[in-house]
């Protein structure tokens, strides 16, 4: 008896509770026809509001499509087709305005003791290849990328589909090749020139006097490079980093990242192509027409003695040779032998 | 002219993957690209649910927007179809689409993905109708022979619904009012929020 009362018990606590949560459970079905449900075809609820991304099971070997729907996408297509255009744009074409502004009240920057005639070794060959290679790469990628980013509305209406595609598919595959000579090109500048960029107090004075370039004559002492010059070799590296992360995630997509993570990429290769691009702008203007002899540096390596006096004294100080242009060329210690950094201005006037 | 639309009623699918086979046979769609799937949310719980989802042919669509290269257009039913010959395979599409429909036949980007591939809502692409040059590069031209999509067309509960928008609507809405419930049209708040009129 007792044991049928034992059997019996569980049994029944087994009914209680399937009857008292099952209609639980089939509510959460909502397959169940209750007051609420509608009883006129205008009442049917077609456009129901989905919160969020909705992501489920799919029997198929990619992860990807088990979202069913991702809002995100929305967002991204606001940045691509509008915000990363004006952000872009503005930044780039703002740069070219301010130097375009600059130069008419500025002019070239002169050498004010006039040339020399005798130069400094600045840069070694080595020095030279690391340069030329990230620049000529970066100014190709920058092409070619943003021929992606602004070719729709500029250049489809001007070439037509057909060229604008065949455009962008040689442009794809410079892009993707020419990543690599420009990392390369990068590391290299950072392993060589490093050490003469790391900040130090001079910097602040040379910020505090604005590098010298609103006021002519007023020359504050830098170092190999001044704190301008510093700050262009850090967005370089940093954002050529930064570009070559989200470059090649873009490049390996979803290896890495879902979704989400892809539009990340693209957003901070836009903009990260906005600010390069902006800073490389001023750094050709001053390296080309807005500095009198600043071109040799990187042309032929050799810079102007005088040159050198005027913009990087801290520098040649290190070398031992004279800081004053009143000095004549004939008053650099030649000593014995060669003096190790100068030479003969091959073009001096 | 009618604007065509899909419409999965999930509280009548079954997973069945019918629909998604159908597609693949149809269109002799290669190895690795799915232009259907089905989704189930919930797998195994409580209010489990299957969606077939693939291409919406949104209006105003995301990935026509996004597309560098200009490649897609939308045909006089509303379809969403794009040109293989000018698609570079950048992959911004999948980014942009709301549902995951673009496909790609390389999983890297380096030396472009491929040209990318959807659902065309059996409507082909824009060679001639129905030619093999259009079956090789978009699968066959049903909507142009006069018939609906195939993965619908064959759904053995009928759950999914393939055709004008208005009619789909109003058969699915029937539908709830009979039974009394009904969770909703998939994806038709993100896909066609604009002509809300329906
Ligand atoms: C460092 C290595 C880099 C890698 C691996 C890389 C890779 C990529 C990839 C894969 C894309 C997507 C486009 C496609 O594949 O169709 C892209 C787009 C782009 N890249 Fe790069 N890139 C690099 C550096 C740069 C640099 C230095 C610049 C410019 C200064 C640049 C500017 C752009 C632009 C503007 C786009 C188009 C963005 C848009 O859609 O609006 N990239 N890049």
Known sequence: ?349 | MARMKFLCDSDRCIECNACVTACKNEHEVPWGINRRRVVTLNDGMPGEKSISMACMHCTDAPCAAVCPVDCFYTTADGVVLHSKELCIGCGYCFYACPFGAPQYPNTTNFGGRGKMDKCTFCAGGPEEDMTMVEYHGYGTNRLAEGKLPLCAEMCSTRALLAGDGDIIADIYKERVVRRGYGSGAWGWSTAYKNDRAV
């Open chain 1, 1 to 349: 008896m007792t044991s049928f009362l034992g059997k019996l018990f569980p049994a029944i606590l087994m009914a209680v509770f399937l009857l008292t949560t099952a209609p639980a459970a089939y509510a959460q079905l909502d397959q169940r026809v209750s007051p609420a449900s509608p009883s006129t075809k205008e009442e049917v609820e077609l456009y129901e509001q989905l919160q969020g991304k909705l992501s489920g099971y799919v029997s198929i070997p990619d992860g990807k499509l088990a979202t069913l729907v991702q809002p995100e996408g929305r967002e991204w297509r606001d940045f691509r087709n509008y915000y990363g255009r004006i952000i872009s744009a503005v930044m780039m074409l703002g740069m070219l305005a301010l130097l375009g502004v600059f130069y008419l009240f500025r002019g070239k920057i002169r050498i004010a003791a006039g040339r020399a005639g005798r130069t400094v070794t600045r840069f070694m060959p080595i020095d030279r290849f690391a340069h030329w290679l990230t620049a000529t790469s970066f100014m190709i990628l920058a092409l070619t990328g943003l021929v992606l980013s602004f070719g729709r509305p500029l250049l489809i209406p001007v070439i037509g589909h057909e060229a604008f595609t065949a455009l962008s598919t040689y442009g794809k595959y410079s892009h993707n090749f020419l990543s690599f000579p420009f990392v390369l090109g990068v590391l290299l500048m950072l392993v060589l020139w490093i050490k003469d960029n790391i900040p130090e107090k001079a910097d602040i004075t040379w910020i505090k006097q604005g590098g010298g370039f609103l006021n002519n004559g007023s020359h504050p002492e830098a170092g190999r490079f001044n704190a301008g010059q510093k700050m262009i070799f850090w967005t370089i590296i940093l954002g050529g980093l930064a570009m070559a992360v989200s470059g090649y995630m873009l490049m390996f997509p979803f290896y890495l990242t879902g979704v989400g993570g892809m539009q990340i990429s693209h957003i901070v290769h836009l903009l990260g192509t906005a600010v390069m691009v902006s800073v490389i702008f001023g750094h050709i203007y001053i390296g080309t027409v807005g500095m009198e002899g600043a071109f040799d540096a990187m042309g032929n390596g050799e810079v102007d003695l005088n040159w050198a006096r005027e913009h990087h004294a801290g520098w040649l100080k290190t070398q031992g040779i004279s800081t004053d242009t009143r000095d004549g060329p004939s008053k650099v210690p030649t000593g014995g032998g060669p003096v190790p950094g100068l030479g003969q201005h091959a073009g001096a006037d």
